[in-house]
């Protein structure tokens, strides 16, 4: 089974440019999510979609970030503009079952904003 | 307000020997509880679960304990050995409530050869 695939691997970029994120889920998983690992912290869910509705975008700053997930299954998000305070690593993570199945994850995206 | 903590940033234990690393959370709505395992540079990868219905989940030489009193729970590792040196994350979600899974900031563990 192939996993949950994301692009880019590292980003850098100055602060107020915009940057954005692709993600792939597995096959199948209905469940999609993005988190933001900043260094020496545990990840923290940004955004869970169910399909293509959002389900959970409490802590997303919505006035800087956005995320689409479109037919259910690719799904990008974007920040703009960047603060210095973004930098930090963007997970994506599918589950068949949304938190009450196991969460795989990508690689991540690692962004440097400067 | 941190809902999940791991208040060991750290933990070094000798090859052969047992790791415990220790998890507690705050929440009395959370009843589903998870260990990932994250090496550098790659995406954490779920180790082992356990719900609240249980006080005691095993995967080989990984143990998950529940102590729903005490709100705590814990991840036994026997024997250990030097791959299993990672940072692992205790992660809980509420099956009643919004499901969301929360972190906590992990422990590295080092297992010295």
């Known amino acids: 089974e192939a996993g949950v695939a994301q692009s880019p691997r590292y980003k850098i970029i100055e602060k107020r440019q915009s940057v954005a994120f692709w993600c792939n889920p597995i096959?199948?998983?209905?469940?999609l999510y993005w988190y933001q690992q900043i260094l020496g912290q545990g990840p923290k869910l940004l955004i869970q979609?169910?399909?293509?509705?959002?389900?959970?975008d409490s802590q997303l700053p919505k006035d800087r970030f956005s995320a689409e997930r479109l037919k259910g299954v690719d799904s990008t998000l974007k920040i703009q503009p960047a603060k210095l305070e973004d930098s930090a690593v963007y997970l994506c993570?599918?589950?068949?079952?949304?938190?009450?199945?196991?969460?795989?994850f990508g690689n991540g995206t690692r962004l440097t904003v400067t | 307000d941190q809902q999940v903590k791991q208040n060991s940033p750290s933990l070094s234990v000798q090859e052969g020997r047992i790791s415990i690393l220790n998890c507690d959370y705050t929440?009395?709505?959370?009843?589903?509880f998870l260990w990932y395992k994250k090496y550098p540079a790659e995406g954490p990868t779920f180790l082992i679960s356990?719900?609240?219905?249980?006080d005691k989940n095993e995967d080989g030489r990984f143990t998950v304990f529940l102590n729903k009193s005490a709100k705590h729970l814990s991840l036994h590792i026997v024997p250990s050995q030097p791959g299993d040196s990672a940072v692992y994350f205790c992660?809980?979600?509420?099956?009643?409530?919004?499901?969301?899974?929360?972190f906590g900031k992990g422990t590295k563990l080092t297992v010295n050869p």
């Open positions: 356990i719900s609240s219905i249980k």
């Open positions: 979609f169910q399909n293509n509705g959002v389900v959970d």
């Open positions: 992660a809980a979600s509420a099956i009643r409530g919004s499901e969301k899974l929360v």
């Open positions: 929440n009395s709505m959370f009843d589903y």
């Open positions: 096959s199948g998983h209905a469940t």
């Open positions: 993570a599918s589950s068949l079952q949304g938190a009450q199945s196991p969460l795989h």
